[in-house]
């Protein structure tokens, strides 16, 4: 809380600006990583290395690559938003960040190397490669799920955002790595022609509607599956998940276009695939006295809108609430798109904290209410700011056949409020009250 109160006092986030791009800055990050390897003894370069980038599905995408190369090429160490393992031994991610401080990432393949693993596959975000947190780390292969709004008080414009996206597939391309391997998305074809050009030994693209290597076709969704079918090499698959949406039949499109390039079975990571479970706090599925609750990280309006689009498509004839909120000190500017979205989609919506930290909790719920259309105070719109009576209220007014969507903390265990950090779940919360 004192080093978030003194970043505000010296106004750190408009100086930041300034800062990033200065050759100070840049000699300063660039120092700490090298220090950071030299410490550790540089554990990266024992691994093949598998980056991925994106602005939703990464963490969904990251666990599907490594429990199928875990279980059919080698021993593996992965690094997400949401948990760490190292082989089998599943460890959750208590910084609360996607790509780790440069010593805390060393220090963990470090031990991962200790323990023979041989694979590493890494989360990475904007913020990491703008601050250099992945200096000294050598990729084989880098992934993008999708780049949609997101980071914009950090980056400033979206095409700067892209960029620092493109910076994970550049250090592919520069490093000393004799092979370098690549896939993306063909569905937007602004960003399928900035990564086609690129000279990668191998890569392949992944798409839903568009032309592609790996094209799925056929999908079918419920509550509790996801079926599809692809075509690979001029034979047909089908593949059935217990993760569900379309969203993320993308996530397993993105996974297999890695797997088969190092030389899976597909017929193996198929398998794989279908006794994968879901990731904690990521479409999570939580059903009692025929109420269903979903708990999602949710926190973009693309990740809104497709989590949000599924439960419409799957409800029967019950009720669609959604428990809002927007998260303090970040980007501002995608709050009242993702306020629309959720008034669009809703039949109930229940406002409420998420992560306020240092900015008014009650000011961003203002902001997130004030351009309401479809919603009645105290009918089908309620304004909670704490957000352990929110789910109890949520919980409370639901019905069987209605479906509860708590979008934003997802996977978090903690909750930086008003008045202090403090312990918090999601989903224990819900268990309580259902």
């Known amino acids: 809380m004192l080093k978030s109160l003194i970043k505000k006092i010296i106004f750190y986030d408009k100086l930041y600006f300034l800062l990033k791009d200065s050759f100070i800055y840049e000699s300063r990050k660039k120092s700490m990583g090298q220090l950071a390897n030299t410490i550790y003894g540089y554990p990266s370069k024992k691994f093949f290395v598998i980056g991925i980038t994106g602005t939703n599905g990464k963490t969904t995408t ?31 991610n208590t910084k609360k960040m996607t790509s780790l401080d440069v010593f805390d990432l060393q220090s963990i393949l470090a031990t991962a190397k200790d323990s023979w693993c041989k694979i590493a596959v890494l989360e990475v975000s904007s913020h990491g490669l703008d601050q250099y947190r992945f200096e000294g780390v050598d990729f084989d292969f880098a992934v993008l799920t999708n780049i949609t709004h997101d980071h914009l008080d950090f980056h400033g414009t979206f095409e ?96 297999l276009s890695v797997v088969l390039q190092m030389g899976v079975d597909i017929d193996q990571a198929i398998a794989t695939i279908a006794s ?74 229940i406002a409420t904290d998420d992560d306020p930290d240092i900015e008014n909790r009650l000011e961003i719920l203002a902001q997130l209410t004030m351009n309401v259309k479809n919603k009645h105070q105290g009918k089908n719109l309620f304004i909670i700011p704490e957000r352990k009576l929110a789910i109890t209220f949520a919980c409370e007014i639901a019905q069987p056949g209605d479906m509860i969507m708590f979008a934003g903390k997802g996977h978090e265990t903690v909750q930086y409020t008003n008045f202090g950090k403090r312990t918090w779940s999601d989903r224990e919360e819900i268990l309580k009250n259902l």
């Open 62 to 92: 990251a666990n599907l690559i490594h429990t199928i190369v875990n279980d059919h090429v080698a021993k593996t160490v992965m690094i997400s938003t949401a948990n760490i393992k190292i082989g089998n031994q599943d460890l959750p």
């Open 160 to 255: 700067r955002y892209a960029q620092s996206k493109e910076k994970l597939f550049k250090y592919v391309l520069s490093n000393k790595k004799q092979n370098k391997y690549a896939s993306f998305p063909s569905d937007d074809k602004i960003w399928r022609q900035r990564f086609e050009d690129m000279p990668f030994d191998k890569k392949l693209s992944y798409s839903v509607t568009a032309s592609s290597s790996l094209k799925a076709e056929n999908i079918q969704i419920s509550a509790a599956w996801t079926a599809f079918s692809i075509l690979y090499l001029g034979k047909p698959y089908n593949i059935t998940t217990k993760l569900v949406g379309e969203f993320n039949v993308y996530n397993i499109l993105a996974a």
């Open 276 to 349: 994968f479970e879901t990731v904690t706090g990521r479409m999570e599925h939580i059903e009692k006295n025929g109420i269903h609750c979903f708990v999602d990280f949710a926190h973009t309006p693309d990740a809104l809108d497709k989590t949000l689009d599924y439960l419409n498509q799957i409800k029967w004839s019950g009720r669609l609430i959604t428990v809002f909120w927007a998260t303090g000190n970040r980007d501002k500017t995608k709050r009242p798109i993702m306020w629309e979205i959720a008034d669009k989609y809703s039949d109930i919506l």
